[in-house]
């Protein structure tokens, strides 16, 4: 169910069933030369809806804006402040939660949201508000991305471009594909931006100066329909996974007490 497409009567008549509530969030960030400042948020959009449509779970509209701050200094990026933002989603998901759903999904396609979005998800849960999980779509399929792309980039890169080609490919500047490329850092290494074990960067123009990673030139609508049927069939399985499981054994456990020595 589309939460927003649909009245409180009818909204009210599926709580009763116990779903899962699905919150899309992503960015408004640069993408590099060749895909749209909305690529994340509209990434997650997409594979919440989708989700939603194959299960009884309920979508919420989605949060267009994340954690930004390290692609500022590139035209149209829009950033909340890291307490900003956790108090923001804290907040939402707290009104969830007041409405009875105790199991909630964050459909995340932005990096800079993952660690914040677990700090939030580790309040509420400690709080015994709710259980709420962050889900990242590239990572339910590893194995698939190795093999579509020798060089996938964790941002920018080709199965971003992939995706967009294939959920909104009137958006993807075909023609600046191989600017993106040539411009951008295209191996990635675990030694980039790192000096005697130290992290030296913090802006991602400090490393690519078309503001992405990987090698787009690898990607293609027909691949990223692949990724996109793939991941859609984790998240439904998380779904579905998560709406069998007690409340009970979601929250913490309770304090572990040492044994007397006897015992052992």
């Not at 800079?112 to 709080?127: A, I, Q």
Request: net charge negative.
């Amino acid at each position: 169910m589309k939460l927003a497409d649909t009245t409180w009567p009818d909204v009210g008549d599926h709580l009763d069933d116990d779903p899962v509530a699905l919150v899309p969030l992503g960015s408004t960030e640069q993408h590099g030369p060749h895909l749209p400042e909305g690529t994340d948020h509209f990434i997650a959009e997409a594979f919440a809806r989708a989700a939603c449509d194959r299960t009884d779970a309920i979508v919420t509209p989605t949060i267009p804006i994340g954690m930004s701050r390290h692609h500022r200094q590139f035209p149209g990026t829009l950033s909340a402040s890291p307490a900003a933002f956790r108090a923001y989603v804290e907040s939402i998901t707290r009104s969830i939660a007041d409405q009875g759903i105790r199991r909630v999904v964050y459909v995340n396609a932005h990096g800079g949201n993952v660690d914040h979005l677990r700090e939030v998800g580790h309040t509420l849960r400690n709080d015994e508000v709710c259980y709420a999980i962050e889900w990242m779509w590239n990572e339910s399929i590893p194995d698939l991305i190795e093999e579509a792309f020798e060089n996938p980039g964790p941002h920018g890169g080709p199965k971003e471009t992939a995706l967009i080609q294939h959920l909104h490919p009137d958006l993807v500047h075909e023609d600046r594909i191989d600017w993106a490329r040539d411009e951008g850092l295209v191996e990635v290494e675990a030694s980039v931006g790192r000096v005697h074990g130290a992290r030296t960067f913090y802006d991602s123009i400090d490393n690519t100066a078309s503001g992405v990673l990987g090698d787009q030139t690898q990607a293609s609508a027909e691949i990223g329909e692949r990724l996109f049927e793939a991941a859609s069939d984790e998240l439904v399985a998380l779904v579905e996974w998560l709406a069998d499981q007690p409340f009970d054994d979601l929250v913490p456990h309770e304090f572990v007490r040492g044994r007397d020595a006897s015992d052992r």
